[in-house]
């Protein structure tokens, strides 16, 4: 790789995990375009989207491990929620990608449509601003309630193949009645451990390019720590606001995919 492309990688890697430690999504839905469309916009290379998928997975393990090591260093996260989800959402997510085989790729596309809708939609809805402190001092939720939730945004997740903190985030706010920093916090965790067995599975596969996967992890780790103490920086009001304009945003780009794959209006 060229000086120039290995830059922009970390560039690309210190951005995208910023998102994912400021927001708790994960970072998949900020990556893959930037490692996909930035390099080739910048004229200094281009990855094989193959590839782009492959450093996305790690990517986002990476980011999710760094985000939410500085949150429970800030003690905003729930052990209870990360690790019940965690385990829920591997579940799902391993069902979801065996079903998502048999169904056609534009309705997969429709499915995360429809998924970023619902979650742009949630995290406008009132609740999660109150921030209790210590998490797991002060805080008990109903464990059914967490696996339900966690294990259903998983398999979704699994389904379309892409990540779920976009959909977690504002589900556990509405659903299990987190508050948003808590839930910021201990969805990097759940992410981390449902990642882990998407990129062992690539690893095994050989799916990752390490040259790239580990240039991008050079900005990836200062910039989830970065993001992650942003967030502790920001208002919950405001936090809901960027995450609320982030997953709309994220809904009308995968909306208008949907358009041109179906060939809507088109004479």
């Given at each position: 790789?060229t000086?120039s ?6 560039g ?9 430690g ?5 970072g ?8 996909l469309y930035?390099?080739?916009l910048?004229?200094v290379g281009?990855?094989?989207?193959k ?5 996305t997975?790690?990517?986002v ?5 760094s ?10 996260i729930?052990s ?28 997969l ?5 429809i998924?970023?809708t619902?979650?742009a ?5 009132p609740g999660?601003e ?15 309630r967490?696996?339900?939730v966690?294990g259903?945004?998983g398999?979704?997740?699994g ?6 903190g976009?959909?977690?985030?504002p ?6 009645g ?10 990097l965790g759940?992410?981390a451990?449902?990642a ?6 690539k ?6 390019p390490?040259?790239?996967a ?5 900005g990836?780790?200062?910039g989830?720590?970065?993001g ?6 920001v208002s919950?009001?405001n ?13 009308l780009?995968v909306w208008w995919d949907?358009?041109?794959a179906l060939?809507i209006?088109?004479g």
């Amino acid at each position: 790789m060229t000086v120039s492309l290995v830059a922009t990688l970390v560039g690309v890697g210190f951005l995208g995990s910023f998102f994912a430690g400021l927001l708790g999504i994960g970072g998949a839905l900020v990556m893959f375009p930037l490692l996909l469309y930035v390099p080739p916009l910048l004229g200094v290379g281009q990855l094989a989207v193959k590839d782009v998928v492959g450093v996305t997975m790690a990517l986002v393990f990476v980011a999710a491990v760094s985000g939410f090591l500085a949150h429970r260093r800030q003690r905003a996260i729930s052990s209870q929620l990360t690790m019940i989800g965690g385990f829920a959402g591997i579940a799902g997510s391993f069902v979801g990608a065996l079903a998502s085989k048999w169904v056609d790729d534009t309705w997969l596309l429709v499915v995360f449509a429809i998924l970023a809708t619902v979650g742009a939609v949630l995290i406008l809805l009132p609740g999660g601003e109150e921030d209790p402190a210590p998490a797991d001092a002060t805080m008990r939720f109903s464990p059914l309630r967490i696996a339900v939730v966690a294990g259903g945004v998983g398999l979704a997740a699994g389904f379309v193949g892409a990540g779920g903190g976009f959909l977690l985030v504002p589900l556990l706010v509405v659903v299990v009645g987190m508050p948003v920093r808590v839930t910021i916090g201990s969805s990097l965790g759940i992410t981390a451990m449902a990642a882990t067995a998407g990129v062992v599975g690539k690893l095994i596969t050989h799916q990752i390019p390490f040259v790239p996967a580990l240039t991008v992890a050079l900005g990836a780790i200062p910039g989830a720590q970065l993001g992650a103490a942003a967030s502790h920086r920001v208002s919950t009001r405001n936090l809901k606001l960027v995450l609320a304009i982030t997953i709309v945003l994220v809904a009308l780009r995968v909306w208008w995919d949907v358009v041109r794959a179906l060939g809507i209006g088109r004479g």
